[in-house]
């Protein structure tokens, strides 16, 4: 018989299964709203810096014509106008004029600190000549320089150049270092009136980094660059945009439409653009989506660590809660173990300190087993105590009618009362002592297994199906006989001294044919014996003339040779925690005849 699953266990399996589904979607929305935050804090944290740098770039602009001051002071002037009206490089041999003309140069790049090229166009042939802090000369340069082409080439009165290195003494263009200018228009000298002269400021990239360098919260994620309107890169903070030199299409398009979601290749960015069409740039940064979609660690362990701790305390408090019912709920089991060994004298001990549903229980259990004890003690005790040695001597029938009569009473006033389950069990008595009172001292096998599960069904009322048992017996073996009670002392014998109490308890009842012979197995799991019990037990057995009276397994061994041979009866065998196994053997009869009692009988 399969075990039942208590419902309190279920019940408290199912409690801690909601509340951890619920702690669950409580961390996932803790999730959510952390991962939103972080989001809006990143961003936050980024527009800020995009507004930093994009100020580094407006305030160049800003100043561009205040650079130009130091060319019309009362002491540059003259040479500066000498220079914008000289057609040719000869001033580049006068070492006086040429040492003030770089003084000139000299005052413009010391009012930005970032300056570190001044390029000036000028003449009909629009030469192109350098100023380079870090050399502290003026020198006539290719017009294929870069910027030179640019400058050249400029069109309108402000402008300005993506980066481009700036190669000086000692160095290579590889190694130069890294510009971007801004470049405008001047009048020339009044000699040459409407002439206009192109000067190009150039500033170091470096100072742009410089910027995000000095911020705390900058990660190495989030991309910053600044771009001409064309594409061209003047500033960008991840080196694989800086070797490439230019921003690709797609993300020229979504930053000129100030798009916020781009995707390049199969990363999708987080875009936020500043634009400037009049000044030549776009200010911007990129993030990728899947980074603004992570929260960090610390706040990752706080969730995980909380929710673990959370659904441990529930599955913690579960086992200690079902730890204290289970102990309540022992006493019962044990008070119906008891009732179920037909000790009606047991009562269930009840603390009057605590007042809860297992206190009812047990006190509602034990009026009802008083009430039944009272009811066998005035109706049936009397009775059976009566026609003990008569049914122990000749198994003979008394008349049925009146115990029948006086069960169904019992019955009926125990189903009045609302005992059911004592109702039921009476009901099994009653055909049990039907079965044991009729007529004959031989029933068929198949008759004596169905009386037996009776039995244990009555057995099983009390134990809330606490054992499981199988009954594997060939249907060929069914029809041939088998001396009454003769299985039902041997299973008794097992719930009474193997039974576990609160474990796991199983039996199995194998039945075969071998030759002329049956052979009946009952092996269980229970507590089994010791090796002196089992001696002890074995020697009363072989002994015919002891314990004969008694409903044991003396009994039914003896009735087993008396009807069948000395060659038959029970061989017993047992290990301490391991079970019994009682193996009954007998003949193969399909009809006996009963001479006298017990002895003498030959087959039909």
């Known amino acids: 018989m399969k075990k039942k699953r208590r419902y309190y266990s279920r019940l408290q399996q199912i409690n801690a299964a909601i509340f951890t589904i619920a702690i669950l979607m409580l961390g996932v929305a803790a999730y959510f709203a952390f991962l939103r935050v972080n989001v809006l ?31 019309y002071n009362s002491r540059n002037q003259q040479v500066w106008n000498k220079f914008l009206s000289d057609d040719s490089d000869a001033f580049l041999d006068d070492y006086e004029y040429n040492k003030n003309l770089n003084d000139v140069f000299k005052d413009v790049c010391m009012q930005d600190k970032d300056v570190k090229a001044v390029f000036v166009t000028k003449g009909e042939g629009k030469r192109c000549y350098l100023f380079m ?84 919260n900058i990660n190495e994620h989030t991309f910053f660059g600044i771009t001409t309107m064309d594409g061209n890169i003047i500033y960008a903070s991840d080196e694989n945009y800086i070797k490439s030199g230019n921003i690709s299409d797609t993300i020229m398009e979504a930053l000129q439409s100030k798009e916020t979601i781009v995707r390049e290749g199969r990363t ?40 673990t701790i959370s659904i441990a305390m529930i599955i913690l408090l579960s086992v200690v809660s079902a730890y204290f019912m289970k102990r309540r709920m022992q006493g019962l089991i044990i008070g119906m173990g008891e009732i179920g060994k037909n000790n009606l004298d ?11 549903e297992f206190t009812e229980i047990s006190a509602q259990f034990n009026r009802m087993s008083e009430r039944l004890l009272t009811q066998i003690e005035q109706t049936y005790v009397y009775e059976m ?47 049990l002592m039907e079965y044991q009172i009729r007529g004959g001292s031989f029933v068929t096998i198949g008759e004596e297994l169905e009386k037996l599960k009776a039995y244990i069904n009555l057995f099983s009322l009390r134990h809330y199906g606490e054992f499981q048992y199988e009954i ?42 071998e030759g002329e012979d049956i052979i009946l197995t009952i092996r269980d799991n229970g ?16 002994d015919m003339g002891q314990n004969n009276d008694k409903l044991g397994l003396c009994n039914v061994h003896n009735r087993l040779r008396i009807a069948f041979g000395e060659s038959y009866g029970i061989d017993l065998n047992s290990m301490v925690d391991k079970g019994t196994t009682v193996r009954i053997k007998m003949a193969a009869m399909l009809e006996i005849k009963e001479i006298s009692r017990g002895k003498d009988l030959t087959q039909g």
């Open 41 to 71: 804090e990143k961003r936050q944290s980024n527009s800020k810096m995009l507004i930093k740098l994009e100020q580094q770039i407006t305030s160049k602009h800003d100043d561009f014509y205040k650079m130009f001051l130091p060319f």
């Open 133 to 216: 802090p870090q050399n502290n000369y003026l020198e006539r340069v290719a017009n294929d320089t870069a910027f030179c082409r640019e400058l050249l080439e400029m069109k309108g009165n402000r402008q300005m150049f993506s980066r481009n290195p700036i190669v000086s003494i000692g160095k290579t263009e590889e190694n130069g270092e890294n510009l971007y200018m801004i470049a405008g228009t001047v009048l020339g000298s009044k000699a040459q009136a409407g002439d206009l002269i192109r000067v190009g400021i150039c500033y170091s990239t470096n100072a742009l980094g410089d910027v995000l360098a000095s911020a705390d």
């Open 268 to 307: 999708k960015y987080l875009v936020e653009s500043q634009v400037d069409v009049q000044r030549n740039y776009i200010a911007f940064y990129m993030v990728p989506e899947s980074f603004l979609n992570q929260i960090p660690f610390g706040q990752r362990i706080l969730l995980i660590g909380t929710a």
């Open 346 to 356: 047991y009562r269930i001990p009840i603390d009057t300190k605590k007042n809860d």
């Open 385 to 431: 105590k009566r026609r003990t040695a008569e049914f122990k001597a000749l198994q003979t029938s008394i008349n049925p009618h009146f115990l029948y009569n006086t069960l169904e009473a019992i019955r009926e006033w125990l189903d009045q009362s609302g005992e059911e389950d004592g109702a039921e069990m009476i009901v099994m008595l009653s055909r």
């Open 472 to 513: 594997n017996v060939s249907d060929s073996i069914l029809r041939y006989m088998i001396p009454k009670h003769t299985l039902q002392p041997v299973l008794e014998n097992y719930f009474i001294h193997g039974y576990r109490v609160g474990g796991f308890n199983k039996f199995w009842i194998d039945g075969v044919q």
């Open 527 to 542: 507590l089994g014996m010791r090796k002196d019990e089992l001696l002890r037990l074995r020697n009363e057995m072989a």
